[in-house]
């Protein structure tokens, strides 16, 4: 059963002015997370998706978020017999090509949480962005692997299994520039600064922490990446399966721009709706200055892919 969680305030919309902000017309918007309940069979958690994307759309979400590998059990035995050749189209991608559908039907902008994504001999757990048009507009591959070894307590490698990905993803889309992470993405402050200095209004992570390291981190980390840069935050987890080999924290959340919390939940199957205001963060950021007052004489960030590519 799917419960919705609802956190609205007013909207006001002005011009953004930090880095290359771009301006949205629409400032206000409302956002979903869907955490969903995820079993070991593949068709059922396609079309279970489906329900909670068509239920939040019709609750007025303009952008749904995914969980991280939503559509498998997160497992190393699962991910190389479940994995989908994202580029060769339908066919071979029945959770892409549902996403797609459901986005040009809809007209919404979908982040698609993660799936494990087959390209040639290598893995990688991959998010695509979906526009209301229904395209792909970015495709973000996991670039931070998650291996952990806590003696007792949790260890796992993903590098086992999956190639990690060698390229930010920021991506714009019909509410807003958004920056994509996976899960262990969130940990790297770099990589949200990156985001940052290229304009982004959002920050977007897919993410399933655990038990051990959920309870220390996970909100923790979302709140720094949020008053990090002044932007806002969202994250959606996988509810909880507390027989599963690999159990998911949950508590999917939304960050605002002061690194207040401005919705989140439990563990539960539940779908998160809250209302977004980009107008906030350049408020945040008059009453709190700091991204101005950066000592560039004694410490810079470095964009190698900008770099390597001439870009300003």
């Not at 190639?163 to 770099?190: L, M």
């Not at 935050?233 to 939304?254: I, L």
């Amino acid at each position: 059963m799917l419960v919705l969680l609802s956190v609205n305030y007013h909207h006001l919309c002005t011009k953004l002015s930090y880095y290359d902000l771009v301006f949205v017309e629409s400032c206000g918007f409302k956002i979903a997370l869907c955490q969903l309940l995820v079993t070991a069979d593949k068709e059922r958690n396609i079309a279970h998706a489906r329900k909670a994307i068509e239920e939040a759309a019709e609750k007025g979400a303009q952008l749904v978020l995914l969980p991280e590998i939503w559509n498998i059990p997160y497992s190393n035995d699962y991910f190389p017999v479940y994995a989908e050749d994202i580029d060769a189209g339908a066919g071979a991608s029945p959770s892409i090509a549902m996403l797609s559908e459901l986005s040009e039907r809809l007209k919404i902008t979908i982040i698609g949480g993660s799936i494990p994504e087959r390209s040639g001999d290598k893995l990688y757990n991959t998010c695509c962005v979906f526009g209301a048009d229904g395209k792909i507009k970015g495709k973000h591959r996991k670039i931070h692997l998650f291996d952990i070894d806590i003696p007792g307590r949790m260890t796992f490698k993903e590098s086992m299994t999956f190639t990690a990905g060698e390229s930010p993803t920021i991506v714009d889309t019909e509410v807003g520039r958004i920056g994509i992470g996976i899960c262990y993405d969130i940990r790297f402050q770099e990589l949200a600064a990156i985001y940052a200095a290229r304009g982004a209004h959002l920050l977007c992570y897919p993410g399933a922490f655990n038990m051990t390291t959920g309870p220390l981190h996970w909100e923790l980390l979302q709140r720094a990446r949020a008053a990090d840069c002044q932007l806002y935050v969202a994250t959606c987890s996988p509810a909880r399966v507390d027989n599963a080999s690999y159990v998911a924290w949950g508590h999917s959340t939304v960050v605002g721009p002061f690194g207040e919390v401005i919705a989140t939940t439990e563990h539960e199957e539940v779908i998160v709706i809250a209302e977004i205001d980009y107008s906030l963060i350049e408020q945040r950021r008059t009453y709190l200055p700091f991204q101005k007052q950066r000592r560039g004489d004694l410490y810079q960030l470095v964009d190698v892919q900008r770099l390597n590519t001439g870009k300003s």
